[in-house]
């Protein structure tokens, strides 16, 4: 196989030549950019216990890492630079282990705990102050064209491991819990858990800073305990209805089928 070098060279130098022009631009709008990743810092510190400080979060957090990569990529998709936009989104990958399409449209405050192994699709959208830990799916089914991928409203939290397929809405203040997943539309103040998740409705309580994973109610637990239940009083009732002369055979019934050795020789 061979390579065509010129077609290689033009190539770095268009991707050169388009980083180079969104680099500029991000710093005429530099102060805007500076106050996006100030805010994203102080979500983290906000959300994340094991954070020490600001040093730590800016050097150390892939989640950081990709999410400041994504404003450049996405920069970069927006102007047609498709080519240089992946080429950034890969990068940022091969770096953080966590891939943003560049297409994707993200809010402020997005925080990305461990964020190892997630997944943000072309045409995902995800609000303000939303939280996803490792292993976080936000794809497609396959079948769709055009929206292809979830949106997250405000203040979402998606726990380790949940999957969110399809252009599905998740509404504001939802929380999925780890391992869901999630092929439905969910509302706003809910909770999400299972195989294929099953919404629990949460009234008039805020759960956006509420980030356990694992004391959630779970809707098929209390399904099967309220069958049991119900099992257990339909035997009981049972046994009180059931006549206790019929678990017994009569003896003159089991008399009957006996025949006497002597009347047997007789017929002989």
């Known amino acids: 196989m061979k390579f065509d070098l010129d077609a290689v060279r033009e190539g770095a130098l268009l991707f050169g030549d388009a980083l180079h022009k969104t680099a500029k631009d991000l710093v005429r709008q530099g102060r805007a950019f500076v106050n996006e990743v100030r ?3 102080e979500s983290i510190r906000q959300r ?3 954070a020490t400080g600001s040093a730590e979060i800016l050097l150390l957090y892939s989640g950081l890492h990709a999410r400041t990569a994504h404003r450049i990529s996405h920069k970069l998709y927006e102007r047609g630079h498709t080519f240089s936009a992946r080429a950034v989104s890969q990068l940022a990958r091969l770096v953080t ?4 399409h560049p297409g994707a449209t993200i809010g402020k405050g997005l925080v990305i705990d461990h964020g190892a192994g997630v997944v943000i ?3 995902a959208e995800i609000g303000d102050n939303c939280t996803i830990y490792q292993g976080v799916t936000l794809g497609g089914t396959g079948k ?3 929206k292809r991928h979830p ?3 405000d203040n979402v939290m998606v726990g380790a491991g949940a999957k969110i397929l399809g252009p599905l809405e998740i509404g504001d203040n939802v929380k999925i819990a780890a391992g869901a997943v999630v092929l439905e539309n969910i509302p706003d103040d809910s909770t999400a858990v299972g195989i294929p998740a099953r919404v629990v409705r949460v009234k ?3 759960i956006a800073n509420d980030l356990d994973q694992i004391h959630i109610p779970d809707p098929v637990e209390q399904k099967l305990t309220a069958i049991n239940t119900e099992l257990r009083r339909l035997r009981k009732r049972v046994a009180e209805l059931e006549p206790q002369e019929g678990k017994k055979k009569p003896r003159s019934a089991a008399k009957e089928k006996k025949t006497p050795r002597g009347d047997e020789a007789k017929g002989e």
Do not use: C, S
């Open 121 to 123: 699709g072309e045409t």
């Open 97 to 100: 282990g966590i891939e943003i």
């Open 48 to 50: 994340d216990p094991a």
């Open 151 to 153: 949106t997250l409203g």
């Open 39 to 41: 805010y994203d810092v």
């Open 204 to 206: 008039g309580v805020r």
């Open 144 to 146: 769709d064209v055009g």
